[in-house]
């Protein structure tokens, strides 16, 4: 595994990781989304011509995504200092022209991960 200032310039993250920042970047864009919804429906009510029509602001959801993300896999062996066992870790760093041209990296051998992330409705415990 390269050494730290590489990884952190790399991007080389565990692939748990990458998927649980590029899901909380889309649950951000969502909030983004709804306040700007809510900002809008608050204008509409506060301004005097337009709340007399009784207008709503539209709302908009992402109800499903597919990712295509490619990525260089590698996998890494760690070793539990408690336990002394190995662990294998799967890792993956973003690219981009930056990455493939400092590693001479031939983005035709990257991996491809597809990923689907579907709204559901909250679990019962969460409606009340």
């Not at 050494?3 to 864009?29: C, F, Q, T």
């Not at 973003?94 to 051998?109: C, I, P």
């Amino acid at each position: 595994m390269p050494e730290g200032k590489i990884v952190s310039e790399a991007l080389i993250k565990p692939l748990g990781d990458v998927l649980v920042h590029v899901g909380r970047s889309l649950a951000k864009a969502q909030r983004e989304l709804d306040r700007n919804s809510a900002d809008t429906q608050i204008f509409i009510e506060n301004d005097k011509v337009l709340s007399q029509y009784d207008l709503r602001s539209t709302w908009y959801h992402m109800p499903e995504i597919d990712l295509d993300l490619k990525i260089s896999l590698s996998l890494h062996e760690e070793i539990d200092l408690a336990t002394k066992i190995s662990v294998p870790q799967l890792f993956g760093a973003t690219l981009d022209a930056s990455y493939a041209k400092k590693y001479d990296y031939d983005v035709e051998g990257s991996s491809q991960i597809k990923v689907k992330i579907v709204s559901i409705p909250p679990p019962s415990s969460m409606e009340t």
